[in-house]
């Protein structure tokens, strides 16, 4: 019953930063877990970061801890990642997801799904 938007996404240099952000046309509850999926070429879909609403706990990967950080505005009911320190590694299409039955790394546990925005960090 949830429909996701990302945006943000872009082309930006090695180091740079870049801010994603996710609409959800209905309302997250608070029992809801939003998170972040990326997937390269060839590649399947990766856990990047996720938010407990109701822990408002945030879980990231390590390929994005420390530089990466997921955060909600419920005002505007919107899911953000600002990504910081951006590295060739990192160049993907980004997707936002909502669970509605707990949080997990594995992108089959996820209902709802955006359509994707592109990053992609040059060398």
């Known amino acids: 019953q949830v429909q996701l938007v990302e945006s943000g996404g872009g082309l930006v240099q090695t180091g740079g930063s870049l801010k994603l952000s996710c609409a959800a046309s209905g309302r997250i509850v608070d029992n809801y877990v939003m998170a972040w999926f990326r997937r390269a070429p060839e590649k399947g879909r990766e856990f990047v970061a996720a938010f407990n609403y109701s822990s408002r706990s945030p879980v990231y990967a390590d390929s994005a801890r420390g530089r990466f950080t997921i955060s909600r505005d419920n005002t505007k009911n919107t899911v953000y990642l600002q990504m910081n320190s951006l590295k060739p590694e990192d160049t993907a299409a980004y997707y936002c997801?909502?669970?509605?039955?707990?949080?997990?790394?594995?992108?089959?546990?996820?209902?709802?799904w955006g359509q994707g925005t592109q990053v992609t960090v040059s060398s």
């Open positions: 997801a909502a669970s509605t039955t707990g949080y997990s790394p594995h992108d089959d546990k996820y209902h709802y």
